[in-house]
């Protein structure tokens, strides 16, 4: 069957109506997830020499780890390397609020805590943070779930939620594992 010319534009404006549509549903769809629900993609760029991280600053060694912040969450501190956190334990109080600040100096590696929705991929050059909280006490297994070379198996940490009774920074506000 022959369809005329004006039969054929106005197909094609049917057409781009529709499309019209839809996009303007979906635009609506994301922008009420990330004003009404607070819903967006991780939008924390931090950048960070990964050259230097482990010299001085953020990452320095005796700064990885638990900390206590001033309002009474905890910062978790950690470097993501190849074949190793650092540190390899780390301790937080069970439901607090808890922040991961993560960086790599080598390779993309990435962090899953088992059982938790804290997963995120570790980019060499950037700071990854996570914000969650943990309900149960208990041992959680951390493996790095990025490939990232021949040891990257026995690549894994663990973080351990102690109820907050038990939970006993010292002085300076730092938690550590009793043993690794
Ligand atoms: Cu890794």
Request: aromatic share 6%.
């Amino acid at each position: 069957m022959a369809i005329s010319e004006t039969g054929v534009v106005q197909s094609e404006r049917r057409w781009a109506l529709a499309m019209a549509v839809v996009s303007v549903i979906f635009l609506t769809a994301i922008l009420y997830a990330a004003i009404a629900q607070h819903l967006s993609p991780p939008s924390n760029v931090e950048l960070i020499d990964p050259a230097t991280i482990h010299v001085s600053g953020e990452f320095a060694e005796d700064n990885l780890g638990t900390r206590l912040e001033p309002e009474g969450g905890v910062v978790i501190r950690l470097v993501t390397t190849q074949f190793s956190f650092v540190p390899s334990c780390v301790v937080v109080p069970q439901d607090a609020p808890v922040t991961f600040r993560v960086v790599s100096p080598d390779v993309i590696h990435g962090i899953m805590v088992v059982g938790t929705n804290v997963n995120t991929m570790i980019v060499p050059g950037y700071i990854s943070r996570v914000r969650t909280r943990f309900a149960e006490a208990g041992e959680k297994l951390m493996p790095c779930h990025e490939f990232c070379g021949l040891g990257h198996s026995q690549m894994i940490a663990k973080v351990r939620v102690v109820p907050v009774n038990e939970f006993k920074p010292d002085a300076d506000g730092r938690a550590h594992c009793a043993e690794p």
